[in-house]
């Protein structure tokens, strides 16, 4: 059935990008068929553009390896390689249904099939379970995907309860989408979100999968939207039980905080954890790395802000070091987001602040030892001082001297303050 009159079709056979079409053509050549699947084709039908073009096709591996000339074998086992065009790389993946789901997450076995619908079958939801030939221009549609994003719902293929007991990340996958998708959850799928054999498959998949789909989730204009729904659907316990334990109050004002904190997953997951106890070992145990950690940290640890607009511009430098130049954009930016969601720490005062570190910045302070004028070796020389751990001593007095008095910072009269240190200690 040739469906080119449809403007869907037509659609997706102008977005198709020329290698996808390319690399159909030739599998065509060879006998095989192909098709657009999943996300690239469900982000063109609801009209915003593709991010990957993922192939599926009913050559078997050997046979995709052998069409093209340059392929990586990336997951041949499950039926996967990638093929290079240029500079671009697709995957190709041999149509395939799974069965026998052990870990929650994958599948034991993988069969190759034939049948386009087949493959469809195995997918979460219905509105990625499209399928577009670009040949053909034929859309396969077997679960109604179409409709369901055209009535922004998201429908599990086949019995809900069912796919969710095979793999637990469907769930996080339904909440995510449901918040960057901005769409609504199907009864039958939402009440199998609920379901405890939902829970326990959730339970067995890995905390780097979870984190991924959360980072995900943060990029939607209101990630509020999935947190709320495993929240409801109870499937926090078993992935962080800190949150699930936060109380109502402190639950909202912790989304509106996210909703509220600029599109940047790491810094909304800092807004997601600054009502719990312990963020830093909740943001360990999700395995973050050590920078993304750092900045959760920096970001949180000087709310509620001690801020008061009596300070001095010496406490507003003092603030500054404490904090880090580094950290300053993330605590200013949540201090915003906390103020802007009347968050219970919230402070009045975030703009003066703001504007009074900046105007610090500008000025060009001194923040840490190695802003000052004179480094170690030079003291050393000039002083005659001994090197050792009296020399790092003198550095930190002298910033702080520094700090009540910017103009200090040059080398002469910084030299001279270091002479009074020295003399009145035994510092080296
Ligand atoms: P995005 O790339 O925006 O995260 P996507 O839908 O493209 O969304 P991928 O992880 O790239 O997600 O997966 C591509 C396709 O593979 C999906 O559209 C879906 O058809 C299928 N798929 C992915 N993960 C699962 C899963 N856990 N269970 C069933 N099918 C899945
Ligand atoms: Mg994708």
């Not at 026998?100 to 069969?111: L, N, S, V």
């Not at 936060?246 to 904190?261: F, G, I, K």
Request: net charge negative; with cysteine; aromatic share 4%.
């Amino acid at each position: 059935m040739n469906d080119s009159r449809d403007p869907e079709c037509q659609r997706l056979a102008d977005a198709i990008p020329d290698p996808v079409h390319e690399i159909c053509q030739r599998l065509a050549s060879a006998g095989h068929r192909s098709w657009a699947v999943g996300g690239c084709v469900r982000d063109v039908l609801r009209g915003t553009s593709a991010e990957d073009w993922d192939i599926a096709t009913d050559a078997r591996p050997q046979q995709i390896t052998s069409v093209f000339r340059r392929v990586i074998p990336t997951g041949i086992k499950h039926g996967t390689v990638t093929v290079l065009i240029k500079k671009e790389s697709f995957e190709v993946t041999t149509l395939r249904g799974e069965s026998a789901y052990e870990d929650g997450r994958r599948p034991e076995k993988i069969a190759f099939l034939d049948d386009i619908e087949d493959d469809l079958a195995r997918r979460d939801f219905t509105f990625n379970a499209i399928a577009f030939d670009p040949i053909r221009e034929e859309l396969i549609d077997p679960f109604g995907g179409r409709r369901d994003l055209a009535a922004r719902q998201l429908r599990a293929v086949g019995v809900a309860i069912d796919r969710f007991a095979e793999d637990g990340l469907r769930v996080m996958r339904a909440a995510r989408f449901a918040a960057t998708l901005e769409c609504a959850i199907h009864s039958d799928t939402l009440a199998a979100m609920g379901s405890e054999v939902a829970r326990d498959t959730l339970r067995k998949v890995s905390v780097e999968r979870v984190r991924d789909e959360w980072l995900k989730a943060m990029r939607a204009k209101r990630p509020s939207i999935a947190f709320q729904l495993m929240r409801e659907a109870q499937l926090l316990g078993a992935c962080c039980p800190p949150l699930a334990e936060l109380p109502d109050p402190s639950w909202d004002e912790t989304m509106r905080l996210v909703d509220a904190t600029p599109v940047d997953p790491i810094l909304r997951l800092a807004a997601l954890l600054h009502g719990i106890s312990g963020p830093a070992s909740v943001a360990q145990a999700l395995k973050l790395s050590k920078e993304e950690r750092g900045r959760i940290e920096g970001g949180l640890s000087p709310h509620p802000l001690p801020y008061d607009p009596s300070w001095t511009d010496a406490e507003v430098r003092r603030f500054l070091q404490r904090i880090g130049k580094n950290h300053k954009d993330d605590v200013i930016a949540l201090g915003r987001a906390m103020h802007d969601a009347s968050t219970s720490q919230a402070s009045p005062h975030i703009e003066e602040l703001a504007r009074r570190i900046e105007g610090q910045l500008d000025a060009g302070v001194a923040l840490t030892t190695r802003d000052l004028a004179l480094d170690g070796g030079t003291l050393i020389a000039k002083l005659s001082l001994s090197p050792g751990p009296g020399v790092g001593r003198l550095l930190r007095l002298l910033l702080e001297r520094v700090t009540e008095e910017p103009e200090l910072n040059r080398p002469e009269p910084l030299l001279a303050a270091a002479r009074q240190i020295a003399s009145e200690s035994d510092l080296c």
